[in-house]
């Protein structure tokens, strides 16, 4: 950056070299560099002494209600079960968000214990790791940890070493529960690089993939892994009850719905409003239109020729459902081999559904009410949704994935298989 600044002030003659230092010592005081990735700040740990029989840790981001929807209450449903099947004890290790006790999920019968106490007692607990400086995590033999986002798995890749080295035992295997390829949540980055890693490491690990899309493009990369399994994404209950008992009244509107995340590049806001702009801009019918962004709240955005998208936020499940089953088209970008839920929650619901293509993922075969794009323009999207919009005569109706909405257990027989052939 120091140089660009000096080539600049070069360039318009106002800077000789011979005070470039000078120019440095100036201005590097207001140079912010960063060095630091506060999601691997080290967490230290200490053996303690307990019965022998295992234990079960979930390490996620947080508990807290504002917090806890798709990827991590997805972990949560897993850890229960494997609870349920097992019959261990159970511990919740909480990394990122301080635990705010009057805001947190319901979690019966758990206690919230500081990590300064070694409690094997309760057999029920969550600990709030978030604020680790100068603290140590109590490491039983027989600990046993479901890691969830990147920076967990690299922090507790370490735990699990150094407990290898305290009970003096050959390094438990790390459930690995992957609901996306992480690196890419970056640019070309450092921590691009550290989440790649934890996918690499030595640490034995057994890869649990939210989807089968995912873990075929794991598998075409090269990844390896102990062991690995993938479960396939279902409608919510409460969502197909709302189907099922739909008010069949509901007239579908010209109305367009979106995904709107801004601060989620994955789902590619400044492309789907760019999208927007170019349906208004060149289809004649435009001002007849209405477009709704889901998912969280923003101002409202211009679109041209008088028309705005505007947010609702996260809608509650009930009216997620009535929006859906009132509006004739969607955009809903996913720049991830992740399928995405709201392209298949949005298609079921009978709503012409646009989405990408992206490396191996192509959900057009998942019903009929979803078109995939491979060439991801402003223009190209543009012109699928005019010639999807001049069809609005022939409006969309539910269509129903059987295998998406069967209502067996999401996981399957993973959880048997993982405890007969890893843990039995």
């Not at 079960?56 to 947080?62: E, G, K, Q």
Request: charged letters at 20%; hydrophobic letters at 40%; a neutral charge.
């Amino acid at each position: 950056m120091l140089s660009g600044v000096y080539r600049a002030l070069k360039k318009s003659k106002i800077l000789k070299k011979s005070t470039y230092h000078k120019v440095v010592d100036v201005i590097k005081d207001d140079i912010n560099i960063t060095s630091n990735i506060p999601e691997i700040t080290e967490l230290n740990s200490r053996p303690i002494v307990s019965d022998n029989s295992i234990r079960l840790n979930l390490v996620i981001p947080s508990v807290n209600k504002e917090h806890v929807f798709g990827g991590i209450s997805t972990a949560l449903n897993f850890f229960y079960e494997m609870l349920e099947s097992t019959g261990a004890r159970a511990r919740i290790i909480v990394t990122d968000a301080p635990i705010n006790p009057d805001h947190m999920i319901d979690l019966k019968d758990y206690i919230i214990v500081p990590m300064s106490e070694d409690n094997t007692i309760n057999k029920k607990q969550v600990v709030d790791v978030s604020n680790r400086y100068g603290q140590t995590l109590p490491i039983e033999k027989n600990d046993i940890f479901i890691t969830t986002a990147w920076w967990c798995a690299y922090c507790f890749g370490i735990i699990i070493k150094n407990q290898a080295t305290f009970f003096n035992i050959p390094e438990h295997k790390m459930i690995y529960f992957i609901q996306d390829y992480e690196p890419f949540f970056y640019a070309w980055s450092s921590r691009c690089l550290l989440a790649d890693s934890t996918y690499r490491s030595d640490i034995p690990k057994i890869a649990i993939f939210n989807s089968g899309l995912l873990k075929e493009y794991f598998d075409i990369n090269g990844y390896k892994f102990e062991d690995s399994y993938y479960f396939e994404p279902k409608l919510n209950k409460k969502l197909y009850e709302c189907l099922l008992n739909r008010d069949q009244s509901i007239k579908r509107k010209k109305q367009i719905i979106v995904y709107g995340r801004p601060s989620v590049q994955r789902n590619a806001f400044e492309l789907v409003v760019a999208s927007l702009k170019k349906f208004v801009e060149i289809f004649e019918e435009a001002s007849e239109w209405s477009f709704i962004s889901m998912g969280e709240m923003h101002p409202p955005v211009d679109l041209g020729g008088g028309n705005k998208l505007i947010s609702t936020g996260k809608l509650d499940l009930d009216a997620y459902a009535n929006t859906m089953l009132e509006s004739y088209m969607a955009l809903s970008l996913m720049v991830s081999p992740h399928p995405s839920y709201p392209p298949l929650e949005m298609s079921t619901f009978g709503v012409k559904t646009i989405t990408n293509s992206y490396c191996n993922k192509d959900l057009s075969g998942f019903n009929s009410n979803i078109i995939s794009i491979t060439n991801c323009n402003a223009e190209s999207i543009a012109n699928v949704m005019c010639k999807t919009a001049k069809k609005f005569n022939q409006f969309g109706q539910p269509d129903i994935n059987p295998d998406y909405v069967d209502g067996t257990n999401v996981f399957g027989n993973i959880i048997k298989d993982i405890i007969d052939k890893h843990f039995g």
